[in-house]
């Protein structure tokens, strides 16, 4: 049997855990205030007069508000000087008052009343001829601001919040740090309640109640597959029950202060045959060969190529051919789980200290099983650096 795999149940492990304490600050209004003249130098850079962020990661980043993005418009306009300015709907004041980490212009909208011109007034008053728009935000909000604001040249501002938000604090680090620790933790345990005929729907929701004794508010999301359906990177509708022999694939993640932790972890249940142990050590070695490409200076892409080139050498692909990698290698985490940059082919941004990704070149064996192993690094000055340490063998999963 697989060592730490089994002997256990969920009512023994979630009694056994208790609320984190190792944890990392909450990002500072100095790191927020230099976030925003970071945003303005880039600004000046791409010769655009304002920002507009909407509800969602990015107003998260810049000014605290925690909210995602709904049919209302609550968005902030950056001018390159003076204050911030929220548009926001007015009933939210209260709420808005307590969540807001910085000092800002609030502009409130009754609900019978058009965001929208809130938006064009602003624009006019400080005379924004460019507006670069948040590539996340809804293009309904866009078109409208268009309509009010025809003479506004609406321009993507992917380069000044990607350029704000790819590289990481070490506050950041920090707090991502802390989640990628717990969910590994809640990995390890979720691990020792496996028993044949346990359900994936129990598995999980073990994982998000040892998520919450930690500390965090639950699972951000949470796949468990046993068997065939791991041949899917994202498996397969309907319930499934554990059965001996089984390949475990389990990917799942918790925030903290918004920042995501996702670590996949694959073992058998029982004991893995010749092919498992075969395509789960070119699994570890593809891993180890995408963190081993990481310098500053080298291509996203560089990193995902490395990792094929093992995949190829053990007789997989080529490119994303099945038996292989059908996916990209990693992609960037942060306040968003997915957020650029990619470790793809065509990414051709240049890795730079405090870039943080995802580590993931899963092997699909089409119809049979699939092996993921994911950890997340960090790019250094000499590197790249593991969040979580990678799992050690098949036979150990959690060393
Ligand atoms: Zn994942
Ligand atoms: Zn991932």
Not at 35 to 57: H, P, S
Not at 121 to 132: K, N, P, Q, S, T
Not at 270 to 278: I, K, M, T
Not at 350 to 365: D, H, K, Q, T
Request: glycine content about 10%.
């Amino acid at each position: 049997m697989t060592r730490g795999i089994g002997g256990s149940n969920a009512s023994a492990q979630l009694a056994d855990l208790a609320p984190w304490t190792d944890r990392a600050p909450a990002i500072t209004v100095e790191e927020r205030l230099a976030r925003i003249e970071k945003a303005r130098r880039l600004m000046g850079e791409n010769g655009v007069d304002a920002l507009l962020v909407g509800a969602g990661a990015s107003l998260r980043y810049f000014a605290g508000v925690p909210w995602g993005a709904s049919e209302r418009l609550v968005a902030m306009l950056l001018p390159r000087s003076g204050k911030p300015i929220l548009v926001c709907p007015r009933f939210e004041l209260g709420t808005l008052e307590a969540d807001l980490a910085i000092e800002a212009d609030l502009r409130l909208w009754e609900e019978d009343e058009s965001p929208s011109e809130l938006v064009a007034d602003a624009l006019r008053e400080l005379g924004v001829v460019r507006l670069a728009v948040d590539p996340a935000m809804a293009f309904l909000f866009v078109d409208r601001i268009r309509k009010v604001a025809p003479s506004a040249d609406i321009v993507d501002a992917s380069a000044i919040v990607d350029g704000c938000r790819m590289q990481k604090s070490e506050a950041e680090l920090a707090l991502m740090r802390q989640a990628k620790a717990m969910t590994l933790e809640v990995q390890r345990r979720a691990a020792l309640i496996l028993q044949p005929g346990i359900t994936a729907t129990e598995v999980r929701r073990f994982i998000d109640e040892a998520h919450r004794a930690l500390g965090s508010s639950g699972s951000s999301f949470c796949i468990v597959q046993f068997g065939r359906s791991t041949a899917f990177p994202h498996g397969l509708p309907g319930e499934s029950i554990l059965g001996e022999g089984d390949v475990v694939l389990i990917d799942t993640g918790c925030t903290i202060e918004g920042y995501h932790s996702d670590i996949t972890r694959t073992y058998v249940f029982g004991a893995a045959n010749d092919e498992q142990r075969r395509i789960w050590s070119l699994e570890q070695e593809a891993q180890q060969a995408a963190f081993d490409a990481v310098r500053p200076g080298v291509p996203c892409e560089a990193v995902d190529a490395a990792a094929r080139k093992v995949l190829e050498r053990g007789g997989l692909g080529p490119d994303y051919r099945l038996p292989g990698l059908p996916h990209r290698t990693g992609h960037g985490i942060g306040l968003s789980i997915h957020e650029p940059a990619y470790l793809v082919r065509g990414d051709k941004t240049p890795l730079a200290p405090g870039m943080c990704f995802s580590n993931e070149p899963m092997i699909v064996v089409p119809d049979r099983f699939g092996i993921r192993l994911e950890d997340h690094f960090y790019v250094t000055e000499e590197g790249a650096a593991w969040f979580t340490n990678p799992s050690p063998s098949i036979d150990a999963p959690f060393g």
